[in-house]
């Protein structure tokens, strides 16, 4: 009987992992065009205006554990992109928070990307902007503007490895076709009352 009842809430417990690790986060809608980035956010200066190479905006929660393995995804894809790439971690702030509330692994990796520069964005006002709910969903524009990609990079919460949503974003980065690839993201909340851990 012992076993049985050991059996049936490991049984319940896998389900319970399995269904939260392949459950997709919400997303909104993210801007057609990309706006004039400055008017946006004053710490989007003149030095990031928008257009003239592809934009790859990485919406992100610093203590996301999720989020790690997006990083880790994007890094082994960074060095097979054929454009120059400019990449904004827009990295969400609690409104009571300083500055120094963003800095974990993932914000030290991002940075370490070539092309990258990190945001903060102040009780996730920007994020909601472009439709980024939850971290490590990742934004597309091509060199004209417009949207090409969106969603995550990940095949499931905190997995790594090439899915078919990364090797579509290359695609999208090298070849930059006309349509619009949209993918679900696994992560964490960006902006929510109960802050995740790690």
Not at 21 to 44: H, V
Not at 148 to 169: C, K, M, N, Q, V
Request: charged content about 20%.
């Amino acid at each position: 009987m012992t076993f049985v009842a050991l059996f049936s809430m490991s049984a319940i417990g896998f389900i319970q992992l399995t269904d939260y690790s392949s459950r997709p986060g919400r997303a909104g809608q993210a801007p057609r065009q990309l706006p004039n980035l400055a008017l946006i956010d004053a710490s989007w200066t003149a030095d990031v205006p928008a257009g003239e190479m592809p934009t790859l905006l990485v919406f992100y929660h610093p203590k996301c554990p999720c989020t790690a393995a997006t990083v880790r995804v994007l890094e082994r894809l960074h060095p097979r992109f054929r454009p120059t790439l400019r990449i904004i971690a827009i990295a969400y702030c609690p409104l009571e928070q300083d500055d120094a509330w963003i800095e974990s692994r993932t914000t030290t990796a991002l940075s370490s990307l070539t092309g990258t520069q990190t945001v903060i964005d102040r009780g996730g006002k920007l994020s909601e902007r472009f439709g980024a709910l939850v971290s490590g969903h990742l934004l597309l524009y091509d060199s004209g503007g417009r949207l090409t990609f969106s969603g995550g990079i990940t095949p499931y919460r905190g997995h790594e490895g090439d899915s078919p949503s990364s090797l579509d974003l290359l695609r999208r980065i090298n070849d930059q076709p006309d349509d619009c690839g949209q993918w679900p993201v696994f992560g964490c909340s960006i902006a929510s009352d109960r802050e995740p851990r790690r």
